[in-house]
């Protein structure tokens, strides 16, 4: 298994970099861990999609009674949308039995970019483990891609140490037979220096800096549990995100 990470959407090619690859797309702060949350919290699936009128669309077509609309542009709830792109927000009573219709500045876009890959999965701090070890299932002859959504084409630190928490698990799983290329190894050691405080980490980095500023340290501090044993791996079909394995079923209860 050959382990790559790209750290901004830019570092890879849509359709080329990618094919046969297993992809895993990374927004820590906050598009993955709010998917993540919304599956673990009961939603049926959740369709990332890249602009506010296609939203509006997508839940109009399926039906509002079966739909919630969610996510942010710059960082605040969408006028009209029942959910900002605040993980907590996502509990049972908003999203159980429900499709999450969502639409952020990064992270729902990432995955409109995953064209050619064989499976993708979408990682956060909460589900690092348990993404490691659905992408070991695959087994050893596979190349794994982090893709990390970053900030308007830019590096973010939040995702860089997701990637580096993916990276430490799957290295303790497949051991020998991985091969953690410098991309990853640098992903690796930025987790390595977080991993005492992540919350601190994480509220030390731009954008969780940005979203503290604007009221939301909560969210940066939910985002940054790790290992959430219960945390879905959610797997994107190419239109819709839904529980990787059916086994690891949704949750009622989130630990924040
Ligand atoms: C994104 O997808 O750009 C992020 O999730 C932004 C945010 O923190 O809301």
């Known amino acids: 298994m050959i382990l790559d990470v790209r750290f901004t959407p830019s570092a890879f090619a849509s359709g080329t970099d990618l094919r046969n690859a297993t992809a895993v797309v990374i927004d820590v702060l906050r598009a993955s861990s709010t998917i993540v949350a919304a599956l673990m919290s009961g939603a049926r699936e959740v369709i990332p ?3 506010v009128e296609s939203a509006v669309a997508i839940a109009h077509r399926i039906g509002s009674d ?3 609309l969610a996510g942010e542009r710059n960082s605040v709830p969408i006028p009209g949308f029942q959910l900002g792109n605040s993980p ?3 509990n049972a009573e908003t999203v159980s039995g429900k499709t999450v219709v969502m639409t952020t500045t990064n992270g729902t876009r990432a995955f409109q970019q995953t064209h050619g890959a064989q499976m993708v999965l979408c990682g ?3 589900n690092a483990r348990n993404v490691a070890q659905r992408v070991a299932a695959a087994g050893d002859d596979q ?7 970053g900030s308007y084409g830019q590096f973010s630190m939040d995702d860089a140490i997701g990637a580096g928490a993916i990276v430490r698990e799957l290295r303790d799983i497949a051991g020998d037979n991985l091969t953690i290329l410098d991309s990853a190894n640098a992903a690796l050691q930025l987790f390595q220096q977080a991993e005492r405080d992540v919350s601190e980490a994480l509220l030390q980095s731009d954008h969780g800096a940005h979203l503290a500023k604007l009221g939301f340290a909560d969210d940066v501090r939910f985002c940054a549990q790790l290992n959430v044993s219960a945390a879905p791996v959610p797997s994107f079909d190419g239109s819709l995100l839904r529980i990787a394995d059916p086994a690891s079923a949704p949750q009622p209860q989130l630990r924040f």
Do not use: G, K, N, P
Not at 143 to 149: K, P
């Open 88 to 90: 907590a927000s996502c």
């Open 66 to 68: 079966r739909t919630v």
């Open 49 to 51: 999609t890249d602009s």
């Open 143 to 149: 190349r794994v891609v982090l893709l990390c959504a």
């Open 124 to 126: 956060a701090l909460m």
